[in-house]
């Protein structure tokens, strides 16, 4: 730069388009995350198991993964988030819809603030020969865990969600850059 050239200013703009354009942004981001969990997951599960069976980092990793994806769909149809309509967008072929309410119930599943997502647990009377009470046994039941199928297809969908929210963050720039134009310095 010399010392003619005036330093570029940059401004936050405060207008709809610009909102929109950032949400759009956050969306793309998430679903960039929910990308980089499923391709992680991917890899570990191509691992052998833990040997205590436990992969508290490939349940993190899902559960992450569909907090992500759930927020990107706007559930009062909000600019810039997606909708159900949107799955039609993708390309992908089968039961797109059903899939994506599967991955919304599951996320409500894992973020249950009244059950473990991760363990059934029953509570039972053990009793002696002369079927008196001797003790109180606690058992759990693991639920399975997540499969590669599920995790490859979730990506799979992100991928897809990702070029449609690409394709709107461009069209939008075009909106914020043309109302940009219009203001005054």
């Known amino acids: ?27 793309f981001e998430d679903l960039q995350f929910v990308l980089k969990c499923c391709e992680e997951l991917v890899a570990r599960l191509a691992r052998p198991a833990p040997p205590d069976g436990d992969d508290v980092v490939s349940h993190a990793l899902w559960s992450a993964a569909l907090i992500a994806y759930v927020r990107c769909f706007s559930p009062a149809g ?20 059903q899939w994506h309410q599967m991955l919304v119930t599951l996320r409500e599943h894992l973020t249950s603030t009244e059950t473990n997502p991760r363990e059934r647990f029953v ?53 914020v850059y043309e109302s940009a134009r219009g203001m005054s310095s």
């Open 123 to 175: 509570i039972g009377a053990a009793q002696g020969a002369d079927g008196l009470v001797e003790g109180i046994a606690i058992v759990s039941a693991p639920l399975p865990a997540v499969e590669e199928l599920s995790v490859r297809q979730t990506g799979r969908l992100a991928l897809e969600l990702t070029k449609l929210v690409d394709e709107r963050m461009e069209q939008q720039q075009r909106a």
């Open 1 to 27: 730069m010399t010392e003619t050239d005036a330093p570029t200013v940059v401004r936050q703009l405060s207008t709809p388009e610009s909102a929109e354009l950032a949400t759009l942004a956050s969306v």
């Open 78 to 97: 909000r600019t810039g988030r997606l909708t159900e309509a949107d799955l039609e967008g993708t390309g992908l072929h089968g039961e797109v819809r």
